[in-house]
């Protein structure tokens, strides 16, 4: 039986709580509902634990705002703020979040040290783009429209902003220029930002060549004209990430050993929401800009999710032909060794998918 939607607007839910954000981020614990316990319309409350929204984390957004959760018998209660997955991740496993959303590289760097993370659903692929000054694109000598591996080296030389080390954005960027010859520590300069925001100003008054950050954000600039698009990973610019899922939804194993019908409703929500993407993607690109990414100019969006609306994985699964092309990618450029986790132990049944 299909349950009735919450009576809390929709606004309110996806806010950025930040006096919340504060006491979860700092890992002293939650005083807030227990885990999967019922709010007053009769739905298991589950924790989640997000960072400001991106095209990265649509898919949850879109759960979210839509109320699919309740569909599914789920009151999912979002945080939304600034912190890293790193931080994120702190907070969840002190108690903080039932669930929070990160990137893969961040998921399996910490299972490699034993954190016992696992994966509740693949929420993106690496809707990622790269984005350079205008000015600094047309002294390159190469086009936007030439080969990838031109286009990859020609970014020596340059400074790149991204996400902090160890996040799926900056090692996916270490990763592309060493594919196509470059030295990621000596040929160009690799900048982590933590604040989005700071990107597009950055690249319109030249303090950053370009950026490597998920769509929609250095987006503003290729509308003003201050950025040029240079590589889209949804678009399928670089093939070898066809089959990478480059941010999950993860909670512990002992949530999943104590919650199981509440992992599988989180996994339900989401693969519910990717199929509605996939049905009818202009009707969930004008939803989730009306209720989302409102204030993200309309022309910035249209282009932004032109990019990103085929990049969310097939029923929001892992499966463990994405866990292999992710080891393939990665294994070879990481201190970590990826060979301590089993598949088993770091996918949760309902988001395996079809392998």
């Not at 196509?180 to 900048?191: A, C, M």
């Not at 990430?241 to 339900?268: C, Q």
């Not at 085929?310 to 992710?326: I, K, L, M, R």
Request: proline letters at 5%; aromatic letters at 6%.
């Amino acid at each position: 039986m299909k349950h009735q939607p919450r009576r809390w607007p929709a606004s309110r839910r996806i806010a950025v709580l930040l006096a919340a954000g504060a006491l979860a981020l700092t890992g002293c614990g939650s005083n807030g509902v227990s885990a999967a316990a019922e709010s007053s319309d009769g739905l298991a409350t589950v924790r989640v634990g997000l960072a400001i929204p991106t095209f990265n984390t649509a898919l949850i957004n879109y759960v979210l705002q839509e109320d699919i959760d309740s569909e599914h018998g789920l009151n999912m209660v979002p945080t939304m703020g600034g912190a890293g997955s790193t931080n994120l991740v702190a907070a969840l496993r002190s108690g903080s979040f039932d669930v929070v959303g990160i990137g893969t590289a961040t998921a399996v760097d910490a299972n490699a040290e034993g954190a016992g993370l696992v994966v509740v659903g693949g929420t993106g692929g690496l809707i990622n783009n790269i984005v350079l000054n205008s000015k600094v694109a047309e002294g390159l000598g190469v086009g936007p429209d030439d080969p990838i591996e031109d286009r990859i080296r020609a970014l020596k030389g340059l400074t790149i902003a991204s996400s902090p080390p160890g996040s799926s954005s900056n090692s996916t960027l270490r990763y592309l220029v060493e594919k196509y010859g470059l030295n990621p520590d000596r040929d160009l300069s690799i900048v982590p930002v933590s604040d989005p925001s700071a990107i597009v100003a950055g690249i319109r008054q030249g303090k950053f060549d370009g950026s490597f950050f998920g769509v929609g954000i250095a987006d503003v600039n290729i509308a003003d004209g201050s950025g040029e698009l240079w590589v889209s990973l949804p678009r399928g610019d670089v093939e070898a990430f066809d089959d990478l899922v480059g941010v999950v939804l993860v909670t512990t194993k002992k949530y999943l050993r104590e919650n199981p019908k509440a992992v599988e409703a989180v996994h339900a929500s989401l693969a519910d929401a990717q199929r509605r993407v996939e049905a009818d993607p202009i009707k969930v690109g004008e939803a989730l800009h009306e209720k989302t990414f409102e204030k993200l100019d309309k022309d910035v969006f249209d282009a932004a999710w032109e990019q990103a609306k085929d990049g969310f994985p097939d029923g929001a699964a892992f499966t463990s032909e994405n866990w292999q092309t992710y080891q393939d990618l990665f294994q070879p450029s990481s201190e970590k060794d990826f060979s301590v986790i089993k598949y088993e132990d770091l996918v949760a049944p309902p988001a395996r998918g079809v392998s």
